[in-house]
């Protein structure tokens, strides 16, 4: 784990909290049309689609249209240069994302809907039958749309987190170790002992118990790298943690 936490620290030194972060790419993209504009337009589009897909069914639309709606609404971002609007000191970004969808909901529907669905506007390839089987597998309940992005907006950047760390551990040579440790990363701990693991990897109950320790404290740190993504300022940082728990609670 120590080669881990190295390695985590190296990368946080390289990236910095703020040198690539999702603010800077909506920058880039309303104040350019180049190819790397739209390739930062479109890694936004990849984080946000669900959680939008997920609020505008719950405004009562079917899949179809849902896919349309969204897919027009990233490109109209482009189009009509509604990026220009954002400011990161004057809010989260995914508070602007869910407003100007709103507005676009609103004001642009009709002709987002006449466009030939798959047409110019699509704007990533998705799978939109795994999209829907997805929603349709989300637990019922009576949540309003907002609540509901809120809550996808939180999953999808714990699924992130998730993963990054996973793939750490995958370059590090340890995915076993992580297929055993991941399930103490909700809180609820796991059925199997330290002990029974330690036995499963050659393992003692103490090194477990520190491997674990170690891998709570990665997974934190790399979610505080993830949320610094997304707002303005170090500052923001932990309350936009808390939302993020509050989400999902």
Same mark, same amino acid.
């Given at each position: 784990?120590?080669?881990? *936490?190295?390695?985590?620290? $190296?990368?946080?030194? %390289?990236?910095? +909290?703020?040198?690539?972060? *999702? +603010? &800077? *790419? ?25 959680? @939008? ?17 969204? =897919? ?5 971002? @482009? $189009? %009509?240069?509604?990026? /220009?609007?954002?400011?990161?000191? %004057? ?7 869910? #407003?100007?969808?709103?507005?676009? #909901?609103?004001?642009? +529907?009709?002709?987002?809907? !006449? #466009? ?5 506007? /699509?704007?990533?390839? @998705? ?6 089987? !997805? ?16 809550? *996808? +907006?939180?999953?999808?950047?714990? $699924? =992130?987190?998730?993963?990054?760390? $996973? ?6 040579? /340890? &995915? ?26 050659? #393992? ?28 303005? &300022? ?9 939302? @993020?728990?509050?989400?999902? &609670?």
């Amino acid at each position: 784990m120590d080669s881990l *936490q190295e390695q985590g620290a $190296e990368n946080a030194e %390289k990236e910095g +909290w703020f040198r690539t972060t *999702q +603010w &800077s *790419q909506v920058l880039l993209a309303k104040e350019s049309d180049s190819a790397q504009a739209r390739e930062a337009l479109a890694k936004l589009c990849q984080r946000y689609w669900y959680p @939008l897909y997920v609020f505008v069914r719950r405004q009562g639309h079917s899949p179809e249209d849902a896919q349309d709606l969204v =897919q027009g609404f990233f490109a109209r971002l @482009l $189009e %009509k240069h509604y990026l /220009k609007e954002a400011d990161p000191e %004057k809010g989260r970004f995914r508070s602007f994302l869910l #407003m100007t969808l709103k507005r676009f #909901m609103a004001n642009e +529907w009709d002709r987002a809907h !006449r #466009m030939k669905r798959g047409g110019s506007h /699509k704007v990533i390839s @998705l799978d939109e039958e795994d999209t829907e089987a !997805r929603y349709q597998a989300e637990p019922a309940d009576e949540s309003t749309p907002e609540k509901a992005y809120e809550y *996808q +907006w939180a999953m999808t950047v714990l $699924e =992130q987190v998730l993963a990054r760390l $996973e793939t750490e551990f995958l370059t590090a040579g /340890k &995915s076993k170790l992580f297929g055993e440790l991941k399930v103490y990363l909700s809180g609820e701990g796991g059925k199997c002992s330290y002990s029974e693991i330690g036995d499963r990897l050659g #393992m003692t109950e103490g090194a477990v118990k520190t491997a674990v320790h170690r891998l709570r404290e990665r997974y934190r740190e790399l979610l505080r790298l993830e949320i610094a993504h997304t707002v303005a &300022s170090p500052e923001a940082i932990d309350n936009e943690i808390r939302d @993020l728990f509050a989400a999902i &609670s």
